[in-house]
């Protein structure tokens, strides 16, 4: 039986948000080791994230029905626990595609979050907020949850600011503003050194390099992506997406034999991707692997 749990700051350490199935065992492990009278704080808490859980394996019927069951029990809770309950339902209506359902929630969750001194929660909810609103609100609400990062004592909001910083550099470069892109994702990569964690750094780094090409500083971004690249090959890893813009910059600078085996190698490795292979008709990644496989067959 797993050691019961003894405060809200530790079910963060139960997540691993790539492999949501096996966090949900581990949440209701935990779950199991409580005494919903001793602490039913930290219980319905705990269900919270079970029903996160349950939406990002798209089991949304299953998570609202979870959240049914704290919603009941919402009358006399903490303002953490109804905070936790207004974030995730409105997560999993956001991700069956009802974000106009979703967003009343999140609003809420910002301002509860906002009154109560929940730093996390309501950058969390800002965050939330800034997905879906239309583009012209987005920056303004992915800028507020980024100045409440950045002021705030939590160790938590580094990875926040990284997250955010990263959200942001994206928005201006689908806007076509690729310095301020590059400046903000630079940001982005001191959050994540800062940090500590190999695997962000890496991210945030690709994201640098992707905007160092469309500035036309094509020598720079290989150099970069080809150090991402002896990374991975140290970890005995492979990363599609570093093959990819390999094989790009090296067809930017005319090197067409040598991109040949990195369209190859992104073609093999991306098209394993299930959300690249299921993703919708509207975002051409069906062409875009094409694309790949013609480039890297070509003779």
Same mark, same amino acid.
């Given at each position: ?12 350490? %139960? ?31 705990? %269900? ?124 201006? $470069?689908?806007?076509?503003? $690729? ?32 905007? %160092? ?62 959300? %690249? ?23």
């Amino acid at each position: 039986m797993a050691e019961s749990l003894k405060h809200h700051s530790e079910i963060d350490t %139960l997540w691993d948000f790539d492999h949501p199935a096996e966090s949900e065992t581990a949440l209701r492990h935990s779950l199991e080791t409580l005494d919903e009278r001793a602490d039913p704080a930290l219980w319905l808490e705990l %269900l919270t994230q079970i029903a996160r859980a349950q939406g990002l394996q798209r089991r949304f019927d299953e998570a609202h029905a979870t959240l049914d069951t704290i919603e009941a029990q919402l009358d006399g809770a903490t303002a953490r626990v109804r905070i936790r309950y207004l974030l995730e339902r409105g997560r999993v209506y956001n991700s069956s595609r009802q974000p106009e359902r979703a967003e009343p929630y999140f609003t809420e969750a910002w301002e509860r979050a906002c009154a109560a001194g929940e730093d996390i929660l309501a950058i969390d909810a800002a965050h939330m907020l800034a997905i879906i609103a239309p583009l012209e609100a987005n920056m303004e609400w992915n800028q507020r949850a980024l100045e409440l990062a950045e002021r705030s004592t939590d160790p938590r909001a580094l990875h926040w600011r990284g997250t955010l910083c990263n959200n942001m550099g994206w928005i201006y $470069y689908d806007a076509g503003d $690729y310095e301020q892109a590059l400046a903000t994702f630079q940001r982005a990569t001191a959050s994540r050194r800062a940090e500590g964690d190999p695997a962000l750094v890496r991210i945030a780094v690709w994201a640098e390099a992707r905007t %160092l090409r469309s500035l036309g500083r094509v020598e720079e971004a290989l150099a970069l992506q080809q150090k991402l690249l002896s990374e991975f090959d140290a970890l005995g890893e492979q990363d599609g997406y570093v093959y990819e813009e390999i094989a790009e910059c090296l067809a930017a600078l005319g090197r067409h034999d040598e991109a040949r085996p990195y369209f190859a190698r992104a073609y093999e490795t991306l098209s394993r991707n299930p959300w %690249l292979v299921e993703s919708e008709p509207e975002r051409s990644e069906p062409e875009r692997l094409e694309r790949l496989r013609v480039l890297g067959a070509a003779s």
